[in-house]
């Protein structure tokens, strides 16, 4: 990874072309380095960025950035309502927003950060550790659905931290591909109550985030069959970020930061954005928390 202080130097060079005379004939004006501004971030991955904005802190001293942690649904409402200057969400637009964009007539600038995963997550006693893509989808549409090669009696609860996040929307726009869930699930308001639904009774599964369960031992995660894009099968895997980046795990989900206004020299938010979608350090911190960097070499190294 190459020094953050010079890659970030680099980056806002390329992307701006400014110059040093042009600064100084600014400085009493927000620019990418210096300024006040609140992102609203997805709650979901809030804390998994923790890391990442402490180095984008200690390497700007004058910018005085807020991530201010809220559910998917109100970081893309208040986006849309031009209330929010910036937000950072672990999912792509719902069908209902992506009308909505249409309609408004000009995109809100984005920048992929990373590819974090959808992740079905359960007590290590389940009888099962494998599911396929079909048996998912049947399961959460409520349709029928063979229990008995998933060693169950009754069709298992799913676990959601409620219809607004971003693991739900995930339901919608990765697994389901625009339909709506229509099973029975419990809905909580945080991952972290969800995680406790799940610990409460055998039989349910939870619905997360591969950030947030990489290193909670208390749960094992479902490994999915699949078919891919071309039709080919395949085969379950271990859930992790290597086999993500191979196409080889049916559900990334994107980690996007939009912006409201469009990308400026002068707006904190477009040096957010960039720093922690370039900066060698920030980019790192995605792969730390074993999901896939957006701009980062990837060195595979998986063991059963």
């Given amino acids: ?10 980056i806002l060079i390329a992307v701006f072309g400014t110059s040093c005379s042009n600064e100084e004939a600014r400085q009493d004006h927000e620019t990418v380095l210096s300024g006040t501004a609140t992102i609203l971030v ?14 984008y802190d200690s390497l700007t001293p004058k910018a005085h950035v807020t991530f201010k942690p809220v559910d998917a649904r109100t970081a893309t409402s208040e986006l849309f309502a031009t209330n929010a200057r910036g937000i950072i969400v672990a999912r ?17 600038p984005r920048t992929l950060l990373a590819t974090d995963a959808l992740v079905f997550y359960t007590l290590r ?10 048996q998912i989808k049947d399961l959460l549409k ?7 090669p998933l060693r169950l009696s009754t069709p298992p609860v799913f676990v959601v931290p409620g219809v607004n996040s971003s693991v739900y929307g995930n339901l919608v726009n990765v ?18 109550a969800a995680r406790e639904a799940v610990l409460a009774q055998p039989g349910r599964i939870g619905v997360g985030l591969l ?6 031992t208390a749960f094992k995660m479902l490994r999915i069959g699949f078919n891919d894009t071309s039709g080919a099968r395949v085969y379950p895997q271990h859930v992790h970020q290597g086999y993500v980046v191979q196409g080889m795990y049916p ?27 370039r900066d060698g350090k920030a980019q790192r911190t995605f792969l730390d928390a074993g999901i896939v960097p957006a701009h980062a070499k990837i060195e595979l190294n998986i063991t059963e």
């Fill in 142 to 148: 409520g349709g029928k659905v063979d229990l008995a």
């Fill in 125 to 134: 006693s389940f009888p099962t550790d494998t599911l396929n893509d079909q």
């Fill in 251 to 277: 559900y990334p989900v994107p980690i996007y930061m939009m912006l409201k206004d469009a990308v400026s020299q002068y707006s904190i938010p477009t040096g957010i954005m960039q720093f922690l979608a």
């Fill in 92 to 108: 792509d637009l719902l069908p209902d927003e992506q009308t909505a964009l249409k309609s408004r007539g000009a995109d809100f």
């Fill in 42 to 55: 997805d709650s979901a991955i809030h804390d998994m960025l923790r890391a990442s904005k402490a180095i």
């Fill in 1 to 10: 990874m190459r020094n953050s202080l010079s890659l970030l130097a680099a």
């Fill in 211 to 216: 950030s947030q369960l990489v290193r909670d």
């Fill in 175 to 192: 697994v389901l591909h625009g339909q709506m869930p229509t099973a029975r699930m419990i809905e909580t308001t945080l991952h972290s």
